[in-house]
């Protein structure tokens, strides 16, 4: 903080008088920054280090600022906040210091600004072509790092060439939808233009001469028509460009700009028509598509639709798929069990015993994590017993091949009755399970969280203050 404020202030400020009598050197005479650490005689040095080093300031009994005067804050919560306060502004004028250092040794000057930074090897090229607000220079993989003027030429040359072929390119893929020339494309072959399909079906298309006359045509430019002359974009077309210097960097950067998207264009363009086979195909067309088996399952569900990000679905198996679903419908169908069952002994209990043997009633078991140590032998084993009973006779066998469908009713119970019917309506079926699911997928969550929660307090409802044992305490 006070090396921050010893920047700041002699930009408003000097002492007067001389900091070095003997040598006759003025407190003005010392520039701000850097550039003052040279300026200082050694033995000002030594009374820097000397004050710095001196016991007094190691002693936090003293008042405002740690001075060794003043009245010292007694109120234990007033110096405790007065302290964090001090070490929040402590941390910021390290970062501060750190950034006045680099600007400083960057410019050459203590309040340097970027136009400072002479040498910086980008310099060179913040006024060239192409460099363009809001983005202004902008070299992410620092290919102009060496600074080298003539390189950089040739690369925002080539851009301009590439940007031009993605903007005939763009135009070729969208015309053809729209209008082809008349007539033939090959008369020996019979070939008319019509004939030829739009996008990339078109290169199967293309007879061997057609080839050769579009690379002759390339070639034709390259060598006579975009002949680089060591300025970039320009190739005396002054009719189409500008003879003002001004006016003709405004047309190349709108240009470059044009071009940049075009490439950005046809490259989607591309990865579109590859995948769906038609230069204007949409995901319909897709059909190969090892996702689109699932876009229409159970738990596929608005506003994110089908979600993969690890990739487990890319196989396209339906049958790996379906078991997945199956078994995510049935951790969620224990995590709302579970959730309830966090809940609910907070509020109520059953009466009783839970084991008369041992004496143990409802009342006596904790909620949470701690229950775990009180149930009895006989009562784990009862829980294993019913969850194998309900996975192998009601959990047992798929209906129609859908996830989560057993052919039961209401909650899933196989009883008499109404409740054995299931649920006959397809899409009421499928509306019910993908809001189990969503419920389910929720509960997951929730469940897990108890769980760190009362891992880490020690209660099932436990706070932040019952965390005694946190390191950050």
């Known amino acids: ?17 001389l900091c070095s009598p003997s040598q006759g050197l003025a407190f003005t005479d010392i520039p701000n920054g850097l550039k003052g650490a040279a300026a200082v005689p050694l033995a000002g040095w030594l ?26 804050i007694d109120d234990p919560e007033k110096k405790k906040k007065s302290l964090t306060a001090e070490l929040n502004n402590g941390r910021l004028a390290m970062m501060a210091i750190i950034g006045m250092f680099y600007q400083d040794g960057l410019t ?10 002479a040498d910086s090897p980008l310099r060179a090229f913040e006024e060239e072509l192409g460099v363009q607000a809001p983005v202004g220079f902008w070299d992410p993989v620092g290919y102009t790092r060496d600074g080298n003027m003539e390189t950089f030429k040739r690369r925002r040359e080539t851009e301009i060439k590439h940007g031009r072929v993605a903007m005939y390119a763009t135009m070729g893929y969208i015309v053809p939808e729209y209008f082809k020339w008349p007539g033939y494309l090959s008369p020996s072959l019979g070939l008319k233009f019509d004939d030829v399909p739009n996008g990339l079906a078109a290169i199967a298309k ?79 067309n897709y059909t ?4 689109r088996a699932f876009e229409n399952e159970t738990g596929v569900q608005p506003p994110v639709g089908f979600w993969d990000p690890l990739g487990l679905s890319t196989s396209g198996n339906q049958s790996d798929y379906k078991r997945r679903r199956e078994v995510e419908l049935k951790h969620g169908r224990v995590a709302m069990f579970a959730t309830i069952g966090y809940i609910l002994p907070e509020y109520w209990r059953f009466p009783g015993y839970l084991s008369k043997f041992l004496d143990i009633k409802f009342a006596d078991v904790p909620n949470g994590l701690s229950a775990f140590s ?18 192998l006779n009601v959990y047992n066998e798929e209906v129609n091949g859908e996830p989560g469908n057993y052919g039961s009713g209401f909650l899933g119970l ?14 009421v079926r499928k509306k019910k399970l993908n809001a189990e699911l969503a419920n389910g997928r929720l509960a997951m969550m929730a469940i897990i969280g108890m769980f760190f929660q009362d891992g880490l307090t020690g209660s099932a409802w436990g706070d932040w203050a019952n965390y005694t044992d946190s390191p950050l305490r």
């Open 47 to 72: 009374q820097i280090v000397t004050f710095a080093q001196d016991e007094i300031l190691g002693d936090y009994g003293y008042g405002a600022f740690g001075l060794p005067f003043g009245k010292k």
């Open 1 to 17: 903080m006070l090396a921050c404020i010893g920047y700041i202030v002699p930009e408003y400020y000097r002492f007067p008088g």
């Open 414 to 427: 196989r009883s008499v009755g109404v409740m054995n019917s299931g649920i006959a309506d397809p899409e």
């Open 108 to 117: 050459g000057s203590a309040w340097g600004d970027w136009a400072n930074y």
């Open 206 to 284: 293309v007879p061997g001469n057609g080839w050769a006359q579009i690379v002759a045509f390339a070639g034709y430019y390259e060598l006579f028509v975009y002949k680089y002359n060591g300025t970039p974009g320009d190739y005396g077309w002054k009719a189409i460009s500008s003879a003002d210097a001004e006016t003709k960097k405004r047309k190349l950067s709108a240009e470059l700009a044009n071009g940049r998207l075009a490439m950005m264009a046809i490259i989607g363009m591309f990865f579109q028509d590859g995948l769906t086979g038609s230069a204007w195909g949409d995901w319909a």
């Open 374 to 391: 009180k149930v009895p032998a006989l009562g784990w084993l009862q829980i294993v017993g019913f969850a194998g009973i309900v996975e």
């Open 288 to 291: 190969d598509s090892p996702l």
